[in-house]
């Protein structure tokens, strides 16, 4: 998956969907990855697993101290946001076929 980087706090974080924050959100949560949907919970959450697992080093926020400080960094919705999209977009069956034309 690709990563992009947010600012938050004043630190450059990456944010990136991988295995491990899949299966940290899974355990937070008790739902599948698949299951995500577009509550405020769901995405909150997938934004700190993604965070807390590409970040071991520098983002040490339990998840009540993340959402607290995400009033003071509101553009993390956005900037994940604009990540997804981007995520969807590169994942559609009509580039997945373009990638299997340009391969022949």
């Given at each position: 998956?690709?990563?992009?980087?947010?600012?938050?706090?004043?630190?450059?974080?990456?944010?990136?969907?991988?295995?491990?924050?899949?299966?940290?959100?899974?355990?937070?949560?008790?739902?599948?990855?698949?299951?995500?949907?577009?509550?405020?919970?769901?995405?909150?959450?997938?934004?700190?697993?993604?965070?807390?697992?590409?970040?071991?080093?520098?983002f040490?926020?339990?998840?009540?101290?993340?959402?607290?400080?995400?009033?003071?960094n509101?553009?993390?919705?956005?900037?994940?946001?604009?990540?997804?999209?981007?995520?969807a977009?590169?994942?559609?069956?009509?580039?997945?076929?373009?990638?299997?034309?340009?391969?022949?």
């Amino acid at each position: 998956m690709k990563e992009t980087t947010i600012k938050f706090n004043g630190t450059t974080l990456i944010l990136k969907q991988s295995m491990r924050s899949l299966m940290l959100f899974e355990r937070m949560t008790g739902k599948f990855a698949t299951d995500v949907n577009q509550s405020i919970s769901d995405l909150t959450t997938l934004i700190y697993c993604m965070l807390i697992s590409n970040n071991k080093e520098t983002f040490n926020y339990t998840y009540d101290e993340f959402i607290d400080l995400l009033d003071e960094n509101q553009h993390i919705m956005t900037d994940f946001s604009t990540y997804l999209v981007e995520q969807a977009n590169e994942s559609t069956p009509e580039q997945t076929n373009k990638k299997k034309v340009a391969k022949k």
